[in-house]
């Protein structure tokens, strides 16, 4: 999904922040900070909230998140008291409230999927870039078990293949039985357990590739 305001432009998929097609800079825990606020406008999101989903399962302290905020604000050119894009709610949390549109990713995007994961039934299609695994309902990849942390893992797909790694989750990212403890490149048929799921990794070989650039994902 990409969303559009004022005179920028933030997407998801490519975990870009732009503004008039040129590229800003936001530190990565910045830009979940972002989304988690546009993902959610324009209600109010609690700081505790907040910190449950930028640091899971960590104690950090208050002004971590503040500075996160100051950051979004000096990029956009917003400012506290007078505030275009981010508004705070003294004592609770932070709003976006500015003028925002959303729009899909045209179909073409999702057409140029290489692999995908299966779950329960369920396909995910990875076009290129990184994939969030997780609870959180803004990953790419929602699972949504206790068992599974907020931000659980990462699978990030290029020309070249695709990779997984933990991210530092509770009960840990295992491939065909074991844990990661760094990016691990996978091969299709790879079983993945994310937390207590099981996961099937699966790769398109050319012909299936070509058909799929027809038809659209599996």
Not at 23 to 41: C, N, Q, T, V, W
Not at 104 to 119: G, H, K, N, T, V
């Amino acid at each position: 999904m990409i969303v559009r305001f004022g005179p920028f432009t933030l997407d998801r998929e490519t975990r870009q922040l732009t503004q008039d097609d040129r590229e800003l800079h936001l530190s990565p825990k910045a830009f979940e900070l972002l989304l988690a606020l546009a993902d959610a406008r324009p209600k109010v999101v609690s700081k505790a909230d907040l910190q449950q989903r930028l640091w899971p399962e960590t104690f950090v302290a208050e002004a971590n998140l503040s500075n996160l905020v100051a950051e979004i604000r000096e990029t956009l050119g917003d400012r506290a008291r007078d505030p275009l894009f981010i508004r705070t709610v003294h004592g609770f949390g932070y709003a976006f409230c500015g003028d925002a549109a959303e729009r899909r990713q045209p179909e073409r995007e999702s057409a140029q999927a290489s692999c995908w994961l299966e779950w329960g039934g369920r396909r995910f299609p990875l076009s290129e870039g990184e994939h969030v695994i997780g609870r959180d309902p803004a990953a790419a990849i929602r699972l949504d078990d206790s068992t599974v942390s907020r931000h659980h893992a990462t699978l990030l797909v290029t020309t070249d293949g695709a990779t997984i790694q933990d991210c530092g989750s509770k009960n840990g990212t295992f491939r065909e039985g074991e844990r990661l403890t760094s990016p691990v490149r996978l091969s299709d048929g790879d079983a993945i357990r994310i937390g207590a799921l099981l996961v099937i990794f699966h790769l398109l070989d050319a012909s299936e590739a070509t058909l799929t650039q027809m038809v659209g994902p599996p």
